[in-house]
Each structure stands twice: as structure tokens, then as C-alpha cells.
């Protein structure tokens, strides 16, 4: 379980500090699926950069179990993204160096849980069999996307964190893109936290959250 407890922060800037999440409270339950809402700017990526442990809070605490990631340093923090969180964004972010089957084993060769059984059934499931031998570049918007799931929930994440992960695709193939991801979080314990902007995808997911002047309602 993942809990936000009263988390505060600002940036700096030249005009002096930006405060942008004022007390944030969320609980994440294993399995669970959760849209995060919110109008342009008002802080969505800064709370999943924060629970990712790309950055650090004001105040307030982040905790997973035992873990408190706000009292984590730089080493248990690239810990942290490495072995339980999985990221998605927008624009897929694949390495173009590297053939498909790479791209896919990538993470859950860093987190040391490289299953070749559960790559083999991620294949399977996100229709990716006939482009193990490619490159990114190779393929379209949609198979991109497909293997960024792929890769990400290769690793086996505590946490699947997705950036806008249908932004980029036309509205059938976000639709099965989504598909595809609800069907393998079934099969997994790992919990969903997607930053939306369409009603229609928060609408597939179990639960909505929006986040306006700093707070989520
Ligand atoms: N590194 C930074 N330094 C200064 N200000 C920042 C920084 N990152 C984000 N901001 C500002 O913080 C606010 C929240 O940004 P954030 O990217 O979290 O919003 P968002 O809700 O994800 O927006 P969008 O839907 O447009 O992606 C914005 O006003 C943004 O300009």
C-alpha cells in the first residue's frame, strides 16, 4: 500500500517559490486503479515524480510498507524506481539502440528479476511477437506504446505510473492499448496511477482523482 500523507511543494523560481501540491493525502491499495485528473499545470507529473522518487517532497511523507521515501537518499531513492516502480509516458521513450526483445528485458534486467516465462506471456498478451527483431523507430505509435507497457511491467512494479500514456494515439488505438493494460493488471498485483486528461480513459479505470489549487478532490 502507498500513502501520501499532507505532501507540500514548491519550486523556485525567479519570481520566488511556486507552491504546487498544498497538502496532498492519497492512498494507493495493492491493485488498485486510480486516473489522476487535473487542468494543465496544476501539478499532476510533480506527484508522480514524487512517488517515483525522481524527487523530493517540502514536507509530508511518502511511504510504501516500511519504506519512507521521503527519508530516503539518492542511493535507496534509484533503489526505489528501480525495483518497484514502473514509468510510462506519453512518448513511449524507448531506446532506439536496442531490438524490441531488448527494450522489453531492459528494466526487469536492471531490477534483477529478468523472468523470461512472464516476457513470454507479456509478448503474448500485447500482440508483440512479430517485432521482437525490431527497432522503435520500426514500429507505430501504438506497438511503442505497447512495448513500453511491456518493458515496464516486465520488472514486476509495486507500481505502474503512467504519464498520459494514451495521449499520443488516436482514440481506437488508445482504447486498446488501455485494454490490453487492464487485462494484464488482472493478472498482477501491481496498482495503476495514470495522469489523464480524457474522461473516457479515467472512465475505465476503478477509481478518479482531480487535483486543483494544490489539493485533490
Ligand atoms: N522544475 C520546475 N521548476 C519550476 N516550475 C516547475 C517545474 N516543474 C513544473 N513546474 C511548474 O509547476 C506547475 C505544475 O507542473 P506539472 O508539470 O506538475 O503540471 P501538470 O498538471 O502535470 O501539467 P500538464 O497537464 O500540462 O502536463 C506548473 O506551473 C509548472 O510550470
Same mark, same amino acid.
Given at each position: 500500500?502507498?500513502?501520501?500523507?499532507?505532501?507540500?511543494?514548491?519550486?523556485?523560481?525567479?519570481?520566488?517559490?511556486?507552491?504546487?501540491?498544498?497538502?496532498?493525502?492519497?492512498?494507493?491499495?495493492?491493485?488498485?486503479?486510480?486516473?489522476?485528473?487535473?487542468?494543465?499545470?496544476?501539478?499532476?507529473?510533480?506527484?508522480?515524480?514524487?512517488?517515483?522518487?525522481?524527487?523530493?517532497?517540502?514536507?509530508?511523507?511518502?511511504?510504501?510498507?516500511?519504506?519512507?521515501?521521503?527519508?530516503?537518499?539518492?542511493?535507496?531513492?534509484?533503489?526505489?524506481?528501480?525495483?518497484?516502480?514502473?514509468?510510462?509516458?506519453?512518448?513511449?521513450?524507448?531506446?532506439?539502440?536496442?531490438?524490441?526483445?531488448?527494450?522489453?528485458?531492459?528494466?526487469?534486467?536492471?531490477?534483477?528479476?529478468?523472468?523470461?516465462?512472464?516476457?513470454?506471456?507479456?509478448?503474448? @498478451? *500485447?500482440? #508483440?511477437?512479430? !517485432?521482437?527483431?525490431?527497432?522503435?523507430?520500426? +514500429?507505430?505509435?501504438?506497438?511503442? /506504446? &505497447? $512495448? %513500453?507497457?511491456?518493458?515496464?511491467?516486465?520488472?514486476?512494479?509495486?507500481?505502474?505510473?503512467?504519464?498520459?500514456?494514451?495521449?499520443?494515439?488516436?482514440?481506437?488505438?488508445?482504447?486498446?492499448?488501455? @485494454? *490490453?493494460? #487492464?487485462?494484464? !493488471?488482472?493478472?498482477?498485483?501491481?496498482?495503476? +496511477?495514470?495522469?489523464?486528461?480524457? /474522461? &473516457? $480513459? %479515467?472512465?475505465?479505470?476503478?477509481?478518479?482523482?482531480?487535483?486543483?489549487?494544490?489539493?485533490?478532490?
Amino acid at each position: 500500500m502507498l500513502q501520501v500523507q499532507n505532501v507540500f511543494k514548491s519550486y523556485l523560481t525567479p519570481q520566488g517559490p511556486l507552491p504546487v501540491l498544498q497538502g496532498i493525502d492519497l492512498t494507493l491499495k495493492p491493485g488498485s486503479s486510480l486516473a489522476l485528473m487535473g487542468e494543465s499545470g496544476s501539478g499532476k507529473s510533480t506527484l508522480l515524480h514524487l512517488i517515483a522518487g525522481l524527487d523530493k517532497v517540502d514536507s509530508g511523507s511518502i511511504s510504501s510498507g516500511e519504506h519512507r521515501l521521503d527519508r530516503m537518499n539518492e542511493a535507496q531513492l534509484a533503489n526505489w524506481r528501480r525495483t518497484e516502480i514502473g514509468l510510462v509516458f506519453q512518448q513511449y521513450n524507448l531506446i532506439g539502440s536496442l531490438r524490441i526483445e531488448d527494450n522489453l528485458a531492459f528494466q526487469a534486467r536492471l531490477a534483477g528479476r529478468h523472468d523470461p516465462r512472464w516476457q513470454h506471456h507479456l509478448v503474448q @498478451r *500485447l500482440g #508483440l511477437g512479430e !517485432l521482437l527483431k525490431r527497432y522503435p523507430e520500426q +514500429l507505430s505509435g501504438g506497438q511503442q /506504446q &505497447r $512495448v %513500453a507497457l511491456g518493458r515496464a511491467l516486465a520488472a514486476q512494479p509495486k507500481l505502474l505510473l503512467a504519464d498520459e500514456p494514451t495521449g499520443s494515439l488516436d482514440e481506437a488505438t488508445s482504447d486498446e492499448v488501455l @485494454r *490490453l493494460l #487492464l487485462e494484464l !493488471l488482472d493478472d498482477t498485483p501491481t496498482t495503476l +496511477l495514470m495522469v489523464t486528461h480524457s /474522461q &473516457r $480513459v %479515467a472512465a475505465r479505470l476503478a477509481e478518479r482523482v482531480v487535483l486543483s489549487s494544490g489539493r485533490l478532490t
